[in-house]
T-cell receptor
Framework: ETGVTQTPRHLVMGMTNKKSLKCEQHLGHNAMYWYKQSAKKPLELMFV???????ENNSVPSRFSPECPNSSHLFLHLHTLQPEDSALYLC????????????FGSGTRLTVV | QKEVEQNSGPLSVPEGAIASLNCTYSDRGSQSFFWYRQYSGKSPELIMFIYSNGDKEDGRFTAQLNKASQYVSLLIRDSQPSDSATYLC???????????FGKGTTLSVSS
């Protein structure tokens, strides 16, 4: 595996379900990010982890819970989501500071029914 | 509120023409500037980054930065139908800060 891999690629869940999104980077980076991409909106930063420590939480509702066990893995735990949470969730990684830009994973297309 | 503004388009150009994509940003402290390309249904991929005022060229792509005007642009020369995509402008305030993205400009290159 190379680059940034995300699983699953597609996810349909009910509002009462609990699910998790997984991200793994194989680039030796030490910062990881979760972004949300909705139609007609800019990419919205959700969480930032530098050296597996959360350094930014962009006022994200508590129904989204991130976990970063090490610098290569990032999870987004989901529970009691709302239909408006349906979006493309993108994971990215970089060196701390992101001076050379981010590498994105393929994303998880989430639909909440 | 830090903002990055882009014209959503679509910007339509004929094959072989120069496509000019523009971006403005609100925070004068911004230090790093990035252009990403995103094909429909795919994730963004980095095309170029620029830090200093002036032009930076990479193949058919040229990034231009004017910090005084808080303006960054991307020129695509000899546009090809395969360049048809959404182009995202992103800005960083510096080391340790996350990228802030614009909504993107959709480019359509007709053959």
């Amino acid at each position: 595996e190379t680059g940034v891999t995300q699983t699953p690629r597609h996810l349909v869940m009910g509002m009462t379900n609990k699910k998790s999104l997984k991200c793994e980077q194989h680039l030796g980076h030490n910062a990881m990010y979760w972004y949300k991409q909705s139609a007609k909106k800019p990419l919205e930063l959700m969480f930032v982890y530098n050296f597996k420590e959360q350094t930014e939480n962009n006022s994200v509702p508590s129904r989204f819970s991130p976990e970063c066990p090490n610098s290569s893995h990032l999870f987004l735990h989901l529970h009691t989501l709302q239909p408006e949470d349906s979006a493309l969730y993108l994971c990215a990684s970089s060196q701390v500071g992101g001076g050379y830009g981010y590498t994105f994973g393929s994303g998880t297309r989430l639909t909440v029914v | 509120q830090k903002e990055v503004e882009q014209n959503s388009g679509p910007l339509s150009v004929p094959e072989g023409a120069i496509a000019s994509l523009n971006c403005t940003y609100s925070d004068r402290g911004s230090q790093s500037f990035f252009w990403y390309r995103q094909y429909s249904g795919k994730s963004p991929e980095l095309i170029m980054f620029i830090y200093s005022n002036g032009d930076k060229e990479d193949g058919r792509f040229t990034a231009q930065l004017n910090k005084a005007s808080q303006y960054v642009s991307l020129l695509i020369r000899d546009s090809q139908p395969s360049d048809s995509a959404t182009y995202l402008c992103a800005v960083s305030l510096g080391a340790g800060t996350a990228l802030i993205f614009g909504k993107g400009t959709t480019l359509s290159v007709s053959s």
